[in-house]
């Protein structure tokens, strides 16, 4: 593909050497993988430097850049134009494959159209699958369970019964959808199991990483809100709600009941204890712990408060040995002056 | 069902407005959750708020409420009443299906009587499954292999060679039993893989949740305790022994050979050292770490200590920069008086 | 087995009550498990004292040990012996078993001599398994995945499309190669997903445990050096480059585009954020957090410093609420001082 062709469909402005518009493009690829015939990017100015050591043969930027020697690619968006790019390049459609005779599907469940039903994925009385929708090998569908339209389940995940997935949803390997929530009575020195009875909602445009636990809700209904992406290995306890476009990073767990508003990320290893509400637009640092009654804000710290007073905090954590040294001198010098000055 | 009806089943006494006995309940949902003709019920006084607003017909109490308009039902305890009314209501009996020719059963594997053995299961030679056990699809069992009556291996868990498990346990999905321990010896610039030959034993009435690990022993085995329960995404490293009626959160890990007895607390995300004891009846605050010999007590803080003393040091902690600044004034001033009186 | 035998097999040399060499060995037993009949071995003199409560029949040592009634066996290395002949009484070399005919095996897969492909494992166009590599059953692997020679892939492992495995490596159950990284632009409201279109490459000799997650890479590859190996439950993000013989214990998570030297050992639940360097060498300490460009050290906190400072400051924090109170006395003497000598 000529770079021409990528700035017509980039709709870009081909600046640098002369003849940009006839380099050839073989491929896409960030700065320090790019090789000669791709074409890279630059999402901010920090990265200015890398761009002159790199092997691509063309790069998308914002802002011309001066001396530069391959040809450049002016856009508004530079990283969503390489998203663009990354796409057009690279992501074939899926065509559907029907439903492999190796799969196992109850006669009472319903598939839509042009889906793909792959060997050794089971689905249960009572499923059913939208149209366009692929079920990656040795996934499984539950009872009554709902997916809906252009969703991918990859391989190996289980969904349990009565779960209502929305439409576009992608859930990745290994990941465990309507798990029985953790509840029990402690009586007569036995915890005894609390039946979880409810269901779990996914909500369209949601995407799952791997090895994620969503439990289900004891009653009612687990949510997950429309257009939340979640990444991998996150724990989400039963009864849990959260709201639409909300970032939650890997190994995330978050307690029993806890509801979460819209446009939250929390960041790696954040822990958000059970019966916790989040105002929407809070941000929580990696390895924080929240809990209570979270206002919106910017929070940080096990237990965390304001993430600013946190920073502050964390400076003079690291010299304590230091300002305990100076408090014992400060005894010392006021024993003297004592000693010089009795009352 | 009538509300009468449900109140002989719990052995309760109804209360509240005249013609209780003859409320139509047709569901059970918890208070945030509970629509027209639902019970809910009340754990605690701190939700008596939240009651009188809430949709349902009927809620199961403790004490009388007073002024409230839906009809009541009392009992000694309203969480526990709750519980087996939603067992009635929602749970149904699993009737054995047998074993499904889609499933792979060794000719050297035993079933008992009642089994379910669901398709894309794989039972290796020598497995033996006691009466009544369910094996979901997707489901792997290694060689000699026992598990035994009663239990729930849900989908895609795998549990590896030579792990014996008692009856009425239940695995949830993506778990692991029986993976290798995580064992080397570092000679010549090189990990070399310590054989992990022992095995795991997990006795009557665990639950292990969704996405756990639970390694083997490399010699010996890895032990979980009667009756203790295990959420999602937990580790559990090899030669680890886990006495009874634990509790043990989500994301928390145990590191190889840590001793733990019996109904100890491990909140989410708590790290556990290797090599670690922790003794009966102790109780750990999310996110802390604790290592060595752990006598009984409430632990917080990485690494943890005393729970209450942790607490006053953390109030602490969010004033270091005051404090900081506290030195340094009294620092200027213990020279200004040392200027106007020198020794 | 005479410990004679085991003896010319660990080139040792018996020592202690004489007749040793005709000890009758039927098993080979950690310390706590070791039984009548077992051999056993310290790795160190702290375990001295256990040596002589243990019920094993004899002990491989280094120093012969003084007074001890059973059979000892002098050698280098005790613990590399004693992991030799864990592998010379315990594990069976695997015999090849074919394909089975309930495996889904593409027509454009190939697979090479003596491998082991078990039912319900599925190979996906395009697959390139080694000489004496094992898939386990409903094990995945995704379109063109190149899995090395003497490879063990366990059930429910997923490694997705484009992936690259060297020779010897082992992949625990429930683990997942190459699932999307998590990677979005957010734009007018909404988290638009990025492509991830790269890959994944790992080298010889790696182990990874169950449950891990590593994500392929948006483009280029995500890396995992000869030799490393990978606790269970670790959560590897798109585009990380982690080095040669690293040991990364369970439950750590490392952001995308991190790069990490070589035998860098992060201790379980550390975090490592996006975009950080760390230098071959590093170590850091259980449930730290690093970021930003990491030279050689020993780290541990959150965010991590130096870790003796880091011992020194925890101390300190412990008694913040003392050193609080002297601060606060401090003050009132200081103005009792004042107010007799006032300016």
Chains 1, 2, 3 share one sequence.
């Not at 995407?207 to 636990?213: H, K, T, Y």
């Amino acid at each position: 593909m000529k770079l021409g062709e990528i700035a017509s469909f980039l709709k870009g402005e081909i600046a640098g050497p002369p003849g940009g518009e006839a380099v050839e493009i073989t491929g896409a690829a960030g700065l320090g993988d790019a090789q000669e015939g791709d074409i890279t990017f630059i999402a901010s100015p920090k990265y200015l430097r890398d761009v002159f050591s790199s092997k691509a043969s063309a790069v998308i930027v914002k802002d011309q850049v001066s001396d530069l020697k391959i040809a450049q690619l002016k856009v508004t968006h530079p990283y969503r134009a390489f998203a663009e790019l990354l796409k057009l390049l690279y992501v074939r459609q899926h065509s559907p494959s029907g439903i492999s005779s190796d799969a196992f599907v109850s006669g009472k469940a319903q598939t839509g159209d042009d889906v793909s039903v792959y060997p050794f994925a089971y689905l249960s009385d009572g499923v059913r699958v939208g149209n366009r929708t692929v079920i990656c090998p040795n996934a499984f569908l539950g009872e009554n369970t709902i997916v809906g339209e252009e969703c991918v389940i990859h391989s190996n995940v289980t969904i349990r019964e009565n779960v209502k997935i929305g439409n576009r949803v992608i859930i990745h390997s290994g990941s465990v959808i309507g798990s029985d929530g953790f509840g029990y009575i402690f009586d007569e020195g036995i915890h005894n199991k609390i039946p979880q009875v409810g269901g779990v909602i996914i909500e369209d445009d949601v995407e799952i990483g791997s090895n994620v636990s969503v439990d289900r809700a004891t009653t009612g209904n687990t949510i997950i809100g429309k257009g939340t992406k979640i990444d991998n290995l996150v724990q989400i306890g039963h009864n849990v709600k959260i709201g639409r476009h909300c970032v939650i990073i890997a190994q995330v767990g978050i307690g029993g009941s806890t509801e979460i508003g819209d446009y939250v990320t929390l960041a790696g290893q954040v822990g958000v204890s059970d019966h916790t509400t989040v105002e929407s637009g809070t941000m929580v640092g990696a390895q924080s712990g929240i809990m209570g009654q979270v206002s919106k804000g910017i929070y940080s710290g096990s237990p965390a408060f304001n993430h600013r007073e946190w920073l502050k905090a964390q400076v003079v954590f690291a010299k304590l040995p230091e300002l305990n040294k100076k408090i014992r001198e400060l005894e010392e010098k006021l024993k003297e002056i004592e000693r010089r000055n009795p009352a």
